[in-house]
């Protein structure tokens, strides 16, 4: 086997980095996009220097790979994390605010209904069918409302 391992081209590494790369079109999140650009830039490098050793070779990828997976998630990754809109996620949290008449008693924990679902609701005071609630904070999935 460690003969074969003296037979590496650049072609190799190509070939490596586009299957790597065609792996991380199927969904792999970036966990793969930096050993492929390190088997790419591997084989460019072997291309124009020539005449390498095959641990030369793979010592060359495994840096390449580790320093193209750290830029990636330094660099790239950390500006996909923030957003606009934090709360887009997290269906309970876009309830906060929201104003509500009751539908039925509340006796400081029930289930209301909020368009087609049924949610759990918490409330300090207990409160009656008809009057006007405000969502002002959410735990999970249960809705901390009060009256207004």
Not at 58 to 83: D, K, P
Request: with cysteine; glycine share 8%.
């Amino acid at each position: 086997m460690w003969e074969q391992l003296d037979q590496l081209t650049h072609w190799h590494w190509i070939i490596l980095g586009l299957v790597l790369l065609i792996a991380e079109a199927f969904g792999a999140a970036g966990f793969v996009l930096g050993a492929s650009i390190g088997c790419l830039l591997t084989g460019c490098i072997v291309w124009i220097v020539g005449d390498m050793s095959w641990e030369a070779q793979v010592l060359l990828a495994a840096v390449l790979a580790a320093a193209c997976s750290v830029l990636y998630w330094r660099f790239f990754q950390a500006s996909l994390q923030e957003s606009d809109r934090p709360e887009l996620n997290h269906r309970t949290a876009q309830f906060i605010g929201r104003k509500l008449t009751l539908k039925a008693d509340i006796d400081f924990e029930g289930r209301i209904q909020i368009g087609d679902t049924f949610w759990k609701v918490k409330s300090d005071t207990a409160l009656q069918s008809g009057d006007a609630v405000e969502v002002i904070s959410v735990d999970e999935s249960t809705l901390t409302i009060a009256k207004i």
